[in-house]
């Protein structure tokens, strides 16, 4: 295959993949998975898009290997890469095996095929692209093509799922809609935008009583409107620039931010050591039990190094909270369902990709796209979406830490080329004429 051949395929392969990829998964989580064959069709496209991306790595490790042309740097570069991504799989094989679950193989190699393809155009992609879905699921369930399933809340079934399995369903995708829109808009939004934003979330919350969906969404709405205002935006650049520039004042922001997964794992970790705390109560609390059922989740099934195969039992398309609440073991701390379910290695692999991430994010200036990034751990120590690729595109982000060669590699490359421009500084000090 010619150069220009394959550079020109790789990215229609990645987005021909991915969009398939999402479309399939997306529809997964809706009442269309109640009809015939659609499940067998949502499968058969999943594993469709894993074979198209998947093509699409070994092209990307051809080309890199045809550039190499006997360059001895290049050629390590090429095989730390490659070992790199043998590790990577066979951990992530090893998972899968342990708590039967491949969406973990499928998230990885849609991660590694998107080498080399901007980040910026996957997210408009699939903004489009989730406001398409999220339309079509709502006017499916409004024609009665699909069911609206109505839950109970105070005795009366009032929260509309809106064709989804659940009302925090569509709640949920906004608010990943909401981080795309504001990230990807490289000028503030004018107030009116943003007010109707804020319309479509009381909207969503009046049909779907999702509590948390509509605080998390108004708070993110809310930011961006004071960004909105003109008059506002300029003093408060400066304020934070100033903030940012002190000294001690401002690292602690930077790295605080930046560990913000691992400070809410800390925090996890004292409430569980404490279940009966006056704070485990109140938190547990506001946070409608979902700390008792995490607490629940790691008595019963432990910790392991490699997962464990659970059997959740959520809320799915059953609507009688009595009989749900004999059952329901759904443990909706996405910290805690992926230590439970993927285990230690993926846990631990999952914190350092992501304090990576806002790391960059800080280094680079970059303070509002590192408030939005952050928001998403503050959102997934309730909701359990953190590695779930069909929302939460971000994950994107963490493809050069995945994609380039192994910190190793690179330290070494680095000492060899200080030790060789040592060594041709000091036979240029040699040379010179005394």
Known sequence: MKKWNREALAEPLFFFAYVVFMVATVLQTTMYTEMRYFPQLFIAMRYFAFIVAAFKVLLDLYGDLKKVNGQREKLMDWFSVVIKYILMSALVVAVSVTADERSLAFLLVILLAARGVQVSKIFRVTLWMQAFLAAFVFLSAAVGFIIDLRFERGGIFNRHALGYWFPSYIMSYYFFVLLLLFWTRKKPMKPTSVALLEGLNLLLYLLTDARLGLMVNTFLIAVEFIRSVEKWRAPLHRLTDRIMAVPVLGKVIQWGWALLPELLCAYLALLFKFPISGLAQKTDYLLSNRIYYAYVGVQKYGIHLLGNNIEWIGYGARTDMSEIEKTYNFVDCA?????????????????????????????????????????????????????????????????????????LRRHLARRKREKLAAASADTGETAAPA
């Open 335 to 407: 910290y805690v369902y992926i230590l439970l379910y993927f285990g230690v290695l993926v846990f631990l692999g999952m914190l350092f990709a992501m304090f990576w991430v806002s790391a960059r994010l800080g280094r680079r200036g970059e303070y509002h796209k590192c408030f939005l990034y952050g928001i998403i751990f503050v959102y997934c120590f309730v909701e359990p979406r953190l590695l779930e690729l069909n929302m939460n595109t971000f994950l994107f982000l963490t493809v050069p830490l995945l994609t380039r060669p192994s910190f």
